[in-house]
């Protein structure tokens, strides 16, 4: 099973000192955060895609890029690739080259966003989100699968015999997750596609997120790719964790109190009570990030939000120090009820390249023996 870490890249005064970093602080703390991320044996590292203040990721596969020339061995992905306000050529061609400066260390996760200036900052309409995430996302395999491109949509100019360079890295495209909090149509797009789908699992209790991740499996199974507990699904989550529970709390209450994300909302005790926020000590991580396959099943990626809020770049990075203490105890918790014929992580570069190359070798087998 795939653990990492995912960044909104937020820049966000820290409520017990006032200080606020600057864009470059905050943008070089993403970058040490990737390298300590693989330090201490962590698989994954996905960033969002923001437009807006106080977000600062706006470009994911420059930040990704430098990251691959910093790192071996990391997964490198997105927490969310907008499909709606981006065009899907720039898409394919910005990720396929990522693929090869990376040697395939990428996936990506696509999503429709959730701020609504942003669409018409990219000459889009949020009215027109779901049909946009469909065309948008059938254009994308299409420039992935087909080296000429003859097409015609809604939302963009037709292309005519198009070709999208470079070409995805050994011909096969990377693999692609569909993340959603709230829109079935999305799951289903996943599913139709044998694609990945995740759920952030941050903002509300686990049953909000279990009807979409049960509806993927379902409809992934419909559309022939296997059963439905071996669909590839992904999850948010967050914690904070010291030594000692109760300096857990202390230390990230101010913090909790003025996220952007959920400040000035629920009480941190009611919060971490009814979603999956953990504050505490480390086994107490264990014991809950444990509870979610009670919820949703066997799952390939555990995903964390450690970074936000202001906390300083010392304590981030503190507990990635405590994350990878417990990643041993985290794996071998969840393989020991997986059944072996479930998927425990998602496709992989070289997975995806041995599966096309057994697929051609046994067309040429059909054709020689016909």
Same mark, same amino acid.
Do not use: C
């Given at each position: 099973?795939?653990?990492?870490?995912?960044?909104?890249?937020?820049?966000?005064?820290?409520?017990?000192?006032?200080?606020?970093?600057?864009?470059?602080?905050?943008?070089?703390?993403?970058?040490?955060?990737?390298?300590?991320?693989?330090?201490?044996?962590?698989?994954?590292?996905?960033?969002?895609?923001?437009?807006?203040?106080?977000?600062?990721?706006?470009?994911?596969?420059?930040?990704?890029?430098?990251?691959?020339?910093?790192?071996?061995?990391?997964?490198?992905?997105?927490?969310?690739?907008?499909?709606?306000?981006?065009?899907?050529?720039?898409?394919?061609?910005?990720?396929?080259?990522?693929?090869?400066?990376?040697?395939?260390?990428?996936?990506?996760?696509?999503?429709?966003?959730?701020?609504?200036?942003?669409?018409?900052?990219?000459?889009?309409?949020?009215?027109?989100?779901?049909?946009? +995430?469909?065309? %948008?996302?059938?254009?994308?395999?299409?420039?992935?699968?087909?080296?000429?491109?003859?097409?015609?949509?809604?939302?963009? +100019?037709?292309?005519?015999?198009?070709?999208?360079?470079?070409?995805?890295?050994?011909?096969?495209?990377?693999?692609?997750?569909?993340?959603?909090?709230?829109?079935?149509?999305?799951?289903?797009?996943?599913?139709?596609?044998?694609?990945?789908?995740?759920?952030?699992?941050?903002?509300?209790?686990?049953?909000?997120?279990?009807?979409?991740?049960?509806?993927?499996?379902?409809?992934?199974? %419909?559309?022939?790719?296997?059963?439905?507990?071996?669909?590839?699904?992904?999850?948010?989550?967050?914690?904070?964790?010291?030594?000692?529970?109760?300096?857990?709390?202390?230390?990230?209450?101010?913090?909790?109190?003025?996220?952007?994300?959920?400040?000035?909302?629920?009480?941190?005790?009611?919060?971490?009570?009814?979603?999956?926020?953990?504050?505490?000590?480390?086994?107490?991580?264990?014991?809950?990030?444990?509870?979610?396959?009670?919820?949703?099943?066997?799952?390939?990626?555990?995903?964390?939000?450690?970074?936000?809020?202001?906390?300083?770049?010392?304590?981030?990075?503190?507990?990635?120090?405590?994350?990878?203490?417990?990643?041993?105890?985290?794996?071998?918790?969840?393989?020991?009820?997986?059944?072996?014929?479930?998927?425990?992580?998602?496709?992989?570069?070289?997975?995806?390249?041995?599966?096309?190359?057994?697929?051609?070798?046994?067309?040429?087998?059909?054709?020689?023996?016909?």
């Amino acid at each position: 099973m795939q653990f990492g870490i995912f960044t909104v890249g937020d820049v966000t005064r820290d409520p017990t000192t006032g200080r606020v970093p600057t864009e470059h602080e905050r943008i070089k703390a993403m970058v040490a955060l990737a390298e300590h991320a693989e330090a201490v044996g962590l698989d994954v590292f996905a960033t969002g895609e923001h437009h807006n203040p106080p977000f600062v990721p706006s470009s994911p596969t420059t930040l990704l890029g430098h990251i691959a020339a910093r790192t071996e061995r990391l997964v490198l992905s997105t927490s969310t690739t907008l499909i709606t306000t981006n065009d899907p050529v720039k898409i394919a061609e910005d990720y396929a080259m990522l693929q090869h400066l990376a040697d395939g260390r990428v996936d990506l996760m696509l999503g429709r966003g959730n701020t609504a200036p942003v669409y018409p900052w990219f000459g889009q309409d949020i009215n027109q989100s779901v049909p946009l +995430t469909v065309e %948008h996302y059938q254009l994308l395999r299409t420039l992935w699968d087909n080296e000429v491109v003859d097409w015609e949509g809604r939302f963009r +100019t037709p292309l005519h015999g198009f070709t999208s360079t470079p070409r995805p890295l050994d011909g096969v495209a990377p693999f692609v997750w569909h993340g959603s909090i709230r829109t079935p149509e999305v799951a289903e797009i996943a599913a139709y596609f044998g694609d990945g789908f995740f759920a952030n699992n941050i903002f509300w209790p686990p049953s909000h997120y279990t009807k979409l991740i049960n509806l993927y499996r379902q409809r992934f199974e %419909h559309y022939g790719h296997g059963r439905a507990d071996q669909a590839i699904v992904g999850l948010g989550g967050q914690f904070f964790m010291r030594r000692r529970s109760q300096d857990a709390w202390n230390e990230f209450r101010p913090y909790f109190d003025e996220a952007p994300v959920y400040g000035h909302g629920p009480s941190m005790e009611d919060f971490t009570a009814q979603t999956p926020l953990t504050v505490g000590s480390p086994q107490e991580v264990v014991e809950k990030t444990l509870t979610f396959r009670e919820h949703f099943g066997d799952y390939q990626r555990q995903l964390f939000l450690v970074d936000h809020a202001g906390l300083p770049q010392k304590t981030v990075l503190e507990q990635l120090d405590l994350l990878g203490e417990i990643l041993p105890d985290l794996r071998k918790g969840f393989d020991e009820l997986r059944p072996a014929d479930v998927p425990s992580d998602p496709p992989s570069h070289a997975s995806r390249v041995a599966a096309k190359l057994a697929t051609e070798a046994g067309e040429d087998v059909a054709v020689t023996a016909g």
